[in-house]
């Protein structure tokens, strides 16, 4: 997104975003009508070269008044996300019906089953059916089966193969799967028989698997369940919800007997849980935020993280088990010298680590939990540790404490769960895979696996950046407006501050405290003045003002009141 200018008989696009600091050349055919002036939406065509400036055409003439919308599609052209899919693959997808056969699938429609998700999800990847056993409990966990629909090197799965992930913003979806797949055939729609892969786990009362199987299934799930339900549910014990799905409520009550029990025996083994806070953006009907809240992580994402994780771990521990060529999640040790490097800013809060293994850091989560730099150290931590990829090679997960690890459990929004599927079903009744096969699958999986990593950085740093301009969006109305807030990060250059009021943080540079000379003093963490000896550190409650709102810089500067 850009403004057009004319410089003679030259046309070119000044960009709004300021890393990119030149302008694109607009050749008079690629102009789409544009005037000098015009807000635009600009394709590149070519990259600057040396010699050469980049050239690019106009796809779009905005509106003087720019809105968030045209913010988001500005930095999905940025980052070349495809909204839409290839006419191939549109066909193919409009070929399919939704008849299933029970032929080598297990009948699982009688299993009690739900599925719970957010309130604006619609694709529904994973179902859950649980009960007690004599010995402990019988975990079904039923995974869409999107390889009945999209098999090897069609259309769709080149396309998704290339796409890699679904990327989410507030409001919409680029899926990776054509609509009618992701939110309809392969979606686990209340009352509605779908296609599945199980998960069968039995799990004694000590949060151990002593029994595990998988198969092709069909299920019928009885309810389409939110996070906020089952909480109302477990924990406020709400009358009218636990009237409404009074049938349901055993179910409920075993999973979270189960969560717990398998949730303790992960950090017992040393499994790290950062929980940090994560916004989420509220759009009102223009698409504009109309508030920036903490996402709510409660007793029903836990449920379902809990038992997200061990499929996985099943699956992960079958295939290799069998020394299948498989597509891992691995998470490799941390580097000792970026730990190093914390050791200092960790000591000034006066806490100290000696060993780098998982149960070293699990014991610093734990005496940093509750305190007010608790967001900042976690942020650190996490930023010391390799991110985590996918892999052929399994070398474990770090954070998890796993010794084997796979994403089998989303194969409607990731790629590499969907290879998982195929690699596990060529696996049923087989000791090995045919020598065609394995070769092929050899050469194959370690691209999808570099990948697949790749584009999920992108759609990582894509909704980052997208809630990043949200923010801001949500406070330029806002100039010269005082809140209470609280320091969240301190550098040389001055304050990150957390407003109380918004999930929102804006920055307090140095020169807008007139007051004295401030230096950052990195022992104490704390940034220091000079003559009066004043001291602002991590958690300091201050009141702040609203002094500039930068919409193409995307910063939120204040002042100190």
Known sequence: MGTFQREGNIFYVKPKNRKIPFGIVISPGNRYGARDGDIVLVEFISYPTAIKPPEGKVLKILPDVVEPVHEIDMIIEERALSRKFPSQALSEVRELGGEISLHKRADCRKLLTVTIDGETARDFDDAISISRTPDGYALHVHIADVGHYVPWDSAVDIEARRRGTSVYFPGSVIPMLPEKLSNDLCSLVPRQDRPTFTVEMHIDRKGHIVKKDFYPSVINSNERMTYTAVKNILVDKDPAERSRYGYLIESFETMEELC?????????????????????????????????????????????????????????????????????????????????????????????????????????????????????LNILLLRSLKQAKYSTENTGHFGLASESYTHFTSPIRRYPDLVVHRILRDALGRKKLPKGRREYLERLLPEIAANSSKTERAADDAEREIVSAMRVWFMKDKVGDEYAGTVSNISSQGLRVQLKDFFVEGFLHVSSMPDDYYRFDEQSYRLVGRRKKKTFSIGKEVTVRIERVDIEAREISLGLV
Request: charged residues 30%; without cysteine.
């Open 260 to 376: 717990g029990i398998l949730r303790e025996q992960r950090i017992k083994r040393g499994s790290l849980d950062f929980d940090l806070p994560e916004p989420e953006v509220l759009l009102d009907i223009q698409g504009r935020p109309e508030a920036i809240v903490r996402a709510e992580r409660n007793l029903a994402h836990m449920i379902i993280e809990e038992f997200m994780i061990s499929a996985n771990e099943a699956v992960a521990s079958h295939l290799e088990g069998l020394e299948l060529p498989s597509i891992y999640r691995i998470h490799e040790k941390p580097d000792p010298a970026k730990l190093e490097e914390l050791k200092p800013v960790f000591k000034s809060f006066d806490l100290h680590f000696k060993k780098t293994d998982a149960a070293a850091f699990q014991t610093l989560l734990k005496k940093i939990k509750g305190s007010v730099e608790e967001s900042l």
